[in-house]
């Protein structure tokens, strides 16, 4: 059986630096906020070239720090608007809510899944503060047009850059593109620590101060509050294993880029539909935008597809079955009608990719694919 994801193998590949970090840490005493977070966030902040990254507990936590940081420095107000792509992953509807402002959704485009930049304009409203652009699957999304939609409006863009660290645009990195940026480090992602934890960059000094004060009790000294904050903070050991994992992410960047080329190049099935790349984003040379998170297809009989790799020992995954705005937890939403999300949802289904896969494994998954007809 082809494992979607095999962490264990990909963790091998550092165990006894791993192990060595983790006996350090055991040893140390000191288990949180220590000097392995602040090493990790020099290193972070320096390999996406932003003059601030402050560490927290998860993904979800980045985000919604940086919003509740822009609404503790009256950027923004409760019941303001953010524009989110409708069909991203429930976390970054979540960062929105828990803050009590409100998400606006937008379509992404069919051929890049990313959000429709030209439908951004029509969307915006005096209570429009903010758009939260998700990097999906791995790819960027970026144009100069976004840039000066957000310049004009007086808007802060917020990158989800969940599943993109490493991808660029023109030689800026991705979480260093717009005001400010949410990491998740969950195992499964392409930086992935043996737990969870997650991050912000930003190059604004005053944001940085104010989510690293909110994620911890909204104190920056200790025993005094400045803000009703929260408990989101990274763990010493996580650190440790980050620090060790980060120096190998742009190798792992360019065999998931070889495997992804592979895929392009050989899958050969017009029920199939490939994720739409240009050559230069696929991998051929190192400045290239996507990193290959998800290797997400389109099939008009998805679920038909999946039982029949399925019965050949290929184990896939949906990213992902339910759009928010179509979830329980978001009735108020629920009467949307957001077509093309709605179709990218019932049709996407993700292929097994990562560092460890083998050619004999993506071989294996193109010939069984290729010889499958509805
Ligand atoms: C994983 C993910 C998150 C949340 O990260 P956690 O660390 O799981 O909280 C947010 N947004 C996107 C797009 C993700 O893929």
Not at 184 to 195: I, R
Not at 210 to 236: F, H, I
Not at 257 to 276: D, G, S, T
Request: aromatic share 8%; charged share 20%.
């Amino acid at each position: 059986m082809i494992k979607f994801l095999d962490l264990q193998n990909i963790n091998s590949q550092y165990s006894n630096e791993l192990k060595q970090a983790a006996f350090e840490v055991i040893d140390s005493g000191w288990y949180l906020l220590g000097e392995r977070v602040k090493t990790f966030e020099k290193e972070l902040s320096a390999f996406i070239g932003t003059n601030h990254a402050v560490a927290c507990a998860n993904g979800l936590d980045a985000l919604r720090l940086i919003i509740k940081a822009y609404v503790e420095l009256g950027v923004f107000c409760e019941g303001d608007e953010i524009i989110v792509p409708a069909n991203t992953y429930i976390a970054t509807i979540l960062a929105i809510t828990d803050n009590n402002l409100k998400p606006v959704f937008v379509e992404p485009n069919i051929d890049t899944y990313n959000i429709d930049i030209s439908l951004i304009e029509e969307k915006i409203t005096s209570k429009t503060k903010a758009i939260l652009i998700v990097h999906l699957y791995g790819r960027v999304c970026w144009s100069d047009q976004l840039k000066s939609i957000a310049i004009k409006n007086n808007l802060k863009i917020i990158e989800d850059n969940a599943q993109a660290i490493g991808a660029d645009w023109n030689g800026i990195k991705t979480g260093g593109l717009g005001d400010a940026s949410g990491f998740s480090f969950y195992p499964g992602k392409n930086l992935g620590a043996l737990g969870d934890s997650g991050a912000v960059t930003t190059n604004d000094a005053k944001l940085a101060e104010a989510v690293r004060t909110l994620a911890n009790y909204g104190s920056a000294q200790k025993y005094v509050n400045e803000y009703q904050g929260v408990n989101s903070r990274m763990d010493e050991i996580q650190a440790a294993f980050l620090s060790i994992k980060l120096k190998h992410l742009n190798e792992e960047t360019l065999i998931r880029r070889e495997v992804a080329k592979n895929y392009c190049e050989n899958i050969k099935n017009e029920n199939i539909v490939l994720p739409n790349s240009s050559s230069k984003e696929i991998v051929y040379s190192e400045s290239s935008q996507h990193v290959w998170h998800l290797f997400v297809i389109r099939c008009e009989k998805r679920d038909k597809l999946i039982a029949y790799l399925s019965s050949k020992g290929i184990q896939t995954l949906i990213h992902y079955p339910i759009p928010p705005h179509k979830q329980n937890a978001y009735k108020e939403y629920n009467h949307l009608s957001l077509p093309i999300t709605e179709r990218i949802h019932k049709e996407v289904l993700s292929l097994p990719i990562s560092p460890v896969i083998k050619l004999e494994e993506i071989n294996y998954i193109v010939e069984t694919i290729n010889s499958y007809n509805v």
